[in-house]
């Protein structure tokens, strides 16, 4: 039995050494030449949950296992305040530094500009993308990142009020939006040419917005968009209804934000919120703990315990093994979940597994939107 034993165990750490070896998987971002790893470190703990030093132990330990693509934002820590405000894109900018323009210009670096109806009056006001605005943002995120240019550059939601951060559908439009997309490519358009941005994306969209983007484009001869930064996971999968299409067809590349639903999907919230998790230190963020949520995370969580994952590794494989997927943005607060979320898009479910979410999906369809 002892012999039994001292196999298990070696052939359990050999299987991890093994698939720690494998190399990370790239595509292409839309439209471009710019190789993009499948894994986009996100980074809106940096500041706020993160130490400058951790974050910086979080880029170089993502760089070290085959990421080049790192997301951020100049509203970001999350949780921010007027005295953290921009404190995430600065850590980033103070490690590229220490890095050098070489090392610099092997990475992709996509941020965003906040859009307004946040409660966020102190980023500037009014919080709108009219062309000054526009400007000093690229301008800030520059010097904060601490470098010439900026490789996607994303609206981080709409200025117009739409369903979106919880709210599922629409049943009025935003009678007090001004129509400005053109406006807003063409401003886009000169920042393309000046080099201070290399591409675009929006974020937090819907079927309209990406549809009238792209029409705009193609009729002036303006810049496309080339991704959208939306939420997919297992818990919302509301893109696949009127957008995956769109984008599909149109090659404008998702880029998934919260396939572990905030970390809800890790199963750790189903029996309480832990001090110093992000649903106790953010209790605001309601968009993951209504009733089907804890319903369908258990089904998932007992789902993957029952094929030998935790309910963390088959989430993120489900989303990374999404054709309508172009890159998976995770996030850690610390080393150890950034290497095992890493080390989960080493999986590939089996047709057996997918059958089996689809049918929690058909039970319980996208509890958060």
Not at 9 to 17: A, G, Q
Not at 109 to 119: E, F, L
Request: contains cysteine.
């Amino acid at each position: 039995m002892k012999q039994v034993f001292i196999f298990i165990k070696l052939s359990y750490f050999v299987s991890l050494s093994l698939r720690n070896l494998k190399k990370m998987k790239y595509t292409t971002l839309p439209n471009t030449n710019i190789k993009i790893s499948k894994i986009c470190l996100g980074t809106m703990t940096f500041g706020n949950q993160n130490t400058e030093a951790e974050a910086h132990s979080q880029l170089n330990y993502a760089v070290e296992r085959g990421i080049n693509f790192i997301d951020t934002a100049e509203m970001y820590p999350i949780g921010g305040n007027a005295q953290i405000f921009g404190s995430t894109e600065k850590h980033i900018g103070t490690w590229i530094h220490k890095l050098g323009q070489s090392e610099r210009e092997k990475l992709v670096i996509a941020t965003k500009i906040a859009g307004p109806n946040r409660g966020m009056e102190y980023i500037r006001q009014p919080l709108d993308f009219s062309k000054k605005n526009i400007l000093d943002a690229v301008e800030l995120s520059l010097k904060n990142l601490q470098t010439d240019y900026i490789d996607l550059y994303q609206m981080h939601w709409p200025e117009r009020i739409m369903n979106m951060f919880g709210q599922r559908g629409i049943q009025q439009i935003d009678e007090n939006w001004h129509y400005s997309i053109l406006e807003i490519l063409q401003v886009f358009d000169g920042l393309i040419k000046e080099g201070k941005i290399k591409h675009i994306g929006v974020s937090n969209e819907n079927p309209y917005g990406v549809m009238r983007y792209l029409m705009e484009s193609e009729k002036h001869n303006l810049p496309k968009i080339v991704t959208i930064q939306n939420p997919y996971s297992l818990l919302n999968r509301l893109y696949e209804v009127g957008l995956s299409e769109i984008c599909m067809r149109e090659n404008v590349g998702l880029i998934a934000y919260s396939p572990l639903a905030f970390g809800f999907l890790t199963g750790k919230y189903l029996e309480g919120f832990p001090e110093k998790s992000r649903m106790k230190t953010f209790p605001n963020f309601t968009r993951y703990t209504n009733e089907n949520c804890f319903k369908a995370t258990k089904l998932y969580k007992d789902l993957a315990e029952a094929n030998g994952m935790t309910s963390s590794e088959m989430a993120l494989a489900y989303v990374n093994q999404q054709k309508l997927v172009t890159s998976t943005i995770v996030g850690a607060t610390s080393l150890e979940q950034l290497k095992a979320n890493i080390d989960a898009f080493d999986i590939v479910l089996s047709d057996d597994i997918l059958v089996e979410i689809e049918k929690i999906q058909e039970l319980i369809p996208n509890p958060a939107p």
